[in-house]
């Protein structure tokens, strides 16, 4: 794991800061980029041409699916989609597999935001969302078939601590399904942690976790891990995209107008491009199962 130089530990100044931040960044992730706050999942094919088939909202809606896929929600299972952001996961697995969300984010407009979006799309009988910090928030113990997480795990500062919680959220035979910006395993290479230490920075990362401690921590949590993929190749064009629009749009400009301390993220999108392209960060996903009976 690599741990951001800047970042002071958990209190209550550092999540203030990513409350904040995605407060005041919402709006520009909706107009630069759609109702998902995550990567797009190209095919393997489409990620090497110049001009891709998929949009980028085709792309972000594959992603969502593939990890519904893998997780296997069915109709009328209970989901907790923890970093709900705008609701697009929770909405669209509403939508597409029936099942029943609750959604929890720490910031106040994204659960105003998410809210507004599931009543445009007619699924407020379906999804509910509560502000909530993940690290704190209470639930029943086996009170959902599946916890979701798209890119939030990123911004959680015990991650070890946040898996054996969500465990005892699981049903036996329930399902944790999460995506997450990774550091590679050799992360620690000259040139590299100081990239991903870089990203850690930028983008309010306590930390980040490679495969092998997201697998280690979940299986300390008691789970069974059934899925890893690594889709870096196929969701780097992301960057590429985000960047080029945010230079097209001005929206460095109109963000610092609004707020400069929050508008760096925009800086830095490049950042994250070098760290995938120089191997020192993976995007990957990670779906593992609480056993039926404990052994
Ligand atoms: C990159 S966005 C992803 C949003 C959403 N999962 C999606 O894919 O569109 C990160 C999300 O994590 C949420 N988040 C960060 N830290 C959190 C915490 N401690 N508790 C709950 N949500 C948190 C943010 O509010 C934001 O909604």
């Known amino acids: 794991m690599i741990a951001a130089p800047n970042m002071p530990p ?40 110049e001009r891709p088939h998929a949009s980028p909202l085709a792309a972000q809606e594959a992603l969502t699916d593939a990890l519904a896929t893998l997780a296997n929600i069915q109709r009328g299972q209970h989901v907790l989609d923890v970093g709900c952001g705008m609701g697009g996961s929770s909405i669209r697995l509403a939508r597409q597999r029936h099942c029943e969300v609750t959604g ?25 969302f509560r502000q909530a910090d993940a690290e704190r928030v209470m639930f029943e113990a086996a009170s959902f078939d599946v916890v979701w997480s798209i890119e ?22 329930g399902r944790i399904a999460i995506c997450a910006w990774l550091a590679a ?6 040139g590299q942690r100081e990239q991903v ?56 400009w109109l963000a610092r107008l609004i707020d400069g301390r929050q508008a760096t993220f925009l800086d830095n999108f490049k950042t994250l491009l070098d760290a995938y392209r120089s191997g020192a960060m993976q995007y990957g996903c990670i779906v593992a199962r609480r056993p039926e009976t404990t052994a």
């Open 10 to 49: 958990m209190d209550l100044g550092a999540k203030a800061s990513i409350r904040s931040h995605y407060d005041l960044a919402t709006p520009f992730y909706r107009l630069l980029w759609g109702p998902h706050i995550h990567h797009g999942l190209w095919s393997a094919e489409d990620a090497v041409r």
């Open 104 to 128: 929890i984010t720490l910031s106040g407009v994204q659960r105003r935001w998410a809210s507004m979006a599931a009543w445009r799309n007619g699924v407020t009988n379906a999804v509910r």
């Open 152 to 173: 939030c795990t990123e911004h959680l500062f015990d991650k070890a601590a946040f898996f054996r919680r969500a465990a005892d959220w699981l049903r036996p035979g």
């Open 185 to 190: 395993e050799d992360a620690d290479r000259p």
């Open 197 to 252: 230490e870089a990203v850690c920075d930028s983008f309010l990362c306590p930390s980040l976790g490679s495969f092998s401690d997201y697998t280690g921590w979940m299986t300390a949590a008691g789970l069974r891990v059934e899925h890893t993929e690594d889709w870096t190749a196929r969701v780097t064009r992301t960057w590429e995209l985000c960047d080029e629009r945010v230079r097209r749009f001005g929206l460095p």
